[in-house]
């Protein structure tokens, strides 16, 4: 069976600036670009959703800069996108600027009923936080129970996570939909991610039909 719903985890694109005589900020614009062409190979093989980790809440900590630049490529993006795929954000978009915020909304809405694969954005995201925040309002139900917990998440409307890809050669989640990676397939690539090509996309898909998954049993 193929994959549904993969994640990326888009490391590498400050590294890969800099490699490039670029600043980090430039980074970002070209990992953009990067995206793109994943999430365009993906829909073209069949798969339904892809998540991607844009911000973690933790990302608050890097320079100024570095965060307006994110902010800047992210806003672009969400007012300047006219696509067939379906946008969609999950993070805390309260302490966002309010210009941001709105862009977010406004790419939600303008592509909700869109026909194209899915292209879920984590934004100003932890994993952990999405966890206590499900469970908070589950509690707050009074049905404390897997399903009325997972439709509190923020990925509560997509297919389950089959795979999740980091790229930049570290090997770990990074507070990356914890909970939705249960049993999911890792992939890890020493490749920096504005480095992605088509070629790849097709490596890690055809790499996890091979994986036999025994969710346990
Ligand atoms: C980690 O690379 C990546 C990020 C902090 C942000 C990635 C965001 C984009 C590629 C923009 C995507 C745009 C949209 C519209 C979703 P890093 O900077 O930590 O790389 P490094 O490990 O080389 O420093």
């Not at 994943?38 to 998540?51: D, I, L, N, Q």
């Not at 911000?55 to 969400?78: L, W």
């Not at 303008?110 to 879920?120: F, I, K, Q, S």
């Not at 469970?135 to 129970?145: L, N, Q, T």
């Amino acid at each position: 069976m193929g994959a549904n719903h993969v994640g990326f985890i888009m490391d590498g694109n400050g590294r890969w600036a800099t490699a490039h005589g670029l600043s980090r900020a430039e980074g970002y614009a070209y990992g953009l670009i990067a995206l793109r062409k994943v999430a365009k190979r993906c829909e073209e093989r069949g798969v339904k959703a892809v998540s991607v980790y844009a911000f973690s809440t933790e990302n608050i900590a890097r320079p100024t800069d570095e965060i307006n630049a994110i902010f800047g490529v992210v806003e672009k993006f969400n007012l300047t996108y006219d696509g067939r795929f379906k946008i969609c954000y999950m993070g805390d978009f309260s302490t966002l600027p309010d210009k941001l915020a709105d862009s977010i909304e406004s790419v939600e809405q303008r592509t909700a009923d869109n026909e194209g694969m899915t292209l879920n954005i984590a934004f100003n995201y932890g994993g952990r936080a999405d966890i206590i925040h499900a469970a908070k309002i589950a509690y707050d139900h009074g049905e404390f129970i897997e399903d009325t917990f997972e439709k509190n998440l923020g990925s509560s409307r997509l297919p389950a996570l089959d795979m999740i890809v980091r790229t930049g050669g570290e090997k770990r989640l990074s507070n990356f939909m914890l909970y939705e990676a249960a049993y999911a397939e890792l992939f890890f690539l020493d490749k920096l991610w504005p480095d992605m090509q088509e070629s790849d996309v097709d490596a890690l898909l055809e790499d996890f039909e091979k994986r036999t998954r025994k969710f346990g049993k």
